[in-house]
C-alpha cells in the first residue's frame, strides 16, 4: 500500500537534511507522491551506499521526479512500475545526483547506477578505460540512448553492486588491481576504495600547495632580507 510522502533527503558533506517538496534544481523538478513505505525504509541503505561509494557527493531522494520541457512546462517524468520514466539523473559536474524512492524495486539499483554516472569522469584513466572496454563489445539493443557507452557502464556497475548487495562473491589474485579485470575495477569502486583514494590523491595536492607556500615565503622573506 502506498502513501503520499513530501519528504525529500539530501545528503551532503556526511550530513542528512530533510525538505519539503518541492524543490526544483537545474531542470528537475522534486515533488511530493504516493511512495511504499518499504521504499521509504530503504532510504538508510542508499545512503549508506553513498557515503560508502562516493561521499563527496550530493544526493537527493525524492518521492516524485519530473523534468521541466523546453518550453518551461512542467513534462511528468513519473516513477511508475514498467515505465521507461526518469527515476534518476545526475550532473557529475556539480558531483550532484537525485534519485526517485517511489518503489522499493528500483531505489538502491537508482542509486548505484546514478552514483556510477557521477563518479566515471572522476576514476583513473586506466580503471575507467577497464570498465568501457568491457562494455565497449557489448550490443544490448535497447535503443540509441540506453546502448551507449556511458549508459551500459552505469548499468553495469549497478548489476554488479545488486549481485554483491545479494550475497555473491568473487575471487581473484591478491592484492586487488582495479586496472587488471572489470570485476576488480568495480569491486573497487563498491567497496569505497576509489573514495579512499580520491581522498589520499586530495590530502596529497593539500600537502604539495602548502609546501609550495611555505616555500615562496620563505623566498619572499629571504629577498625583503636581501633587499634591505
Not at 57 to 65: E, K
Not at 109 to 118: L, M, Q, R, S, V
Request: some cysteine.
Amino acid at each position: 500500500m502506498t502513501a503520499i510522502a513530501s519528504t525529500i533527503y539530501r545528503w551532503s558533506a556526511g550530513q542528512v537534511e530533510a525538505l519539503e517538496a518541492p524543490l526544483r534544481i537545474r531542470s528537475c523538478v522534486l515533488d511530493a507522491g504516493p511512495a511504499e513505505p518499504s521504499a521509504v525504509d530503504l532510504i538508510d541503505n542508499a545512503l549508506a551506499a553513498v557515503a560508502q561509494i562516493a561521499p563527496w557527493v550530493t544526493a537527493f531522494f525524492t518521492p516524485r521526479l519530473y523534468q521541466l520541457a523546453p518550453s518551461g512546462i512542467t513534462a511528468e517524468a513519473p516513477c511508475e512500475p514498467g515505465s521507461e520514466s526518469l527515476w534518476g539523473i545526475s550532473w557529475a559536474s556539480q558531483n550532484t545526483v537525485v534519485v526517485s524512492y517511489y518503489a522499493e524495486n528500483t531505489i538502491m539499483g537508482t542509486t548505484h547506477h546514478e552514483i556510477f554516472h557521477a563518479l566515471e569522469p572522476q576514476l583513473p584513466s586506466a580503471v575507467r578505460d577497464r570498465v568501457r572496454g568491457a562494455v565497449g563489445a557489448a550490443r544490448c539493443y535497447r535503443g540509441a540512448y540506453a546502448d551507449a557507452p556511458i549508459e551500459r557502464a552505469a548499468r553495469l556497475f549497478e548489476h554488479f553492486a545488486e549481485y554483491l548487495d545479494e550475497g555473491g562473491t568473487i575471487l581473484w589474485p591478491a592484492p586487488l588491481d582495479p586496472a587488471r579485470s572489470v570485476h576488480e575495477a568495480l569491486y573497487w569502486i563498491y567497496r569505497g576504495d576509489f573514495a579512499r583514494w580520491r581522498a589520499d590523491q586530495a590530502a596529497a595536492r593539500a600537502a604539495e600547495a602548502a609546501k609550495r607556500a611555505r616555500r615562496a615565503r620563505r623566498w619572499a622573506a629571504l629577498r625583503q632580507l636581501i633587499g634591505a
